[in-house]
């Protein structure tokens, strides 16, 4: 069995949408999924890339970002591991580190990932919550997931499913230690349904995005930290007034 999977690029933070407007673009992260039982009897998935980031991008798949998301969804769902004689080719145009939501791609194509490989058939709200356990922003993942023009939020949820959703990253994807057995981490945090909700906007197809993309990288928690922890009431209404346009 082989297929593709296909996760675009986003652009979020957009006007003033922070945290809430994501716009889906023409730059790619893509998986080529192979299965072939009789190649080879190892669950381990066998990881290759190239393009972006190859340099980079960690190929043990129990510290790849995409395979130890698609992992915690099967997990999630009573699956304990990979199918025998998987192997999986990433070709990445999306740079790390500038921007353009290279992580939020590589959670949504683990989420798919665990989605085809399971035969789960999750709709893509519930996709949308696995998404949302790892990366908690939901604006570029939401983006990268629904595609073109999005506004999303984080729904108020009652205590219980608040707790469920807001447990450590640690918890949701753990750092496997190098003597981990097969039942190592097998019982994973289920995320709560309806974490986000999104509204699709429409887009002209008379504008055209163009990104600068930096000659250096910067994440996203240095990012964030350079913001003030608050706000005049004058400026949130200044921002607020924008987003009605």
């Known amino acids: 069995m082989a297929f593709e999977i296909c996760v675009p690029a986003t652009s979020a933070n957009i ?28 669950r381990t998935p066998t990881l290759s890339y190239e393009g972006e980031g190859a340099d980079e991008a960690p190929l043990d798949p129990y510290k790849n970002l995409t395979t130890r998301v698609a992992l915690y969804v099967l997990r999630c769902h009573g699956i304990s591991s990979f199918p025998a004689g998987i192997s999986i080719h ?33 709709s893509t709200e519930r996709m949308l919550d696995f998404a949302l356990m790892v990366e908690r922003h939901p604006d570029n993942v939401t983006a990268a997931l629904i595609g073109g023009f999005v506004g999303s939020y984080l ?24 003597d981990a057995g097969e039942d190592w981490g097998r019982d994973p945090p289920f ?16 504008i055209k995005a163009v990104a600068i993309i ?16 608050s706000y005049s009431r004058k400026d949130v209404i200044f921002n607020l007034q924008r987003d009605e346009r």
């Open 15 to 42: 006007g003033p949408g922070f945290d809430v407007v994501g716009l889906s673009l023409s730059l790619y992260l893509r998986l080529q999924v192979n299965i072939d039982v009789e190649t080879s009897s190892s």
């Open 90 to 122: 990433v070709k990445n145009e999306i740079p790390f580190g500038r921007g353009l939501g290279s992580s939020g791609a590589a959670v949504i194509a683990g989420v798919l990932l665990g989605d085809r490989l399971g035969d789960l058939k999750l």
């Open 155 to 178: 729904r108020e949820l009652d205590e219980s499913s608040t707790a469920a959703a807001s447990v450590p990253l640690a918890e949701v994807l753990p750092e496997y230690p190098p």
């Open 191 to 206: 995320p709560p349904t309806g974490i986000g909700h999104y509204v699709r906007f429409r887009w002209a197809q008379e």
């Open 214 to 229: 930096p000659q250096f990288e910067l994440s996203t928690a240095k990012a964030r930290a350079a913001l003030p922890n």
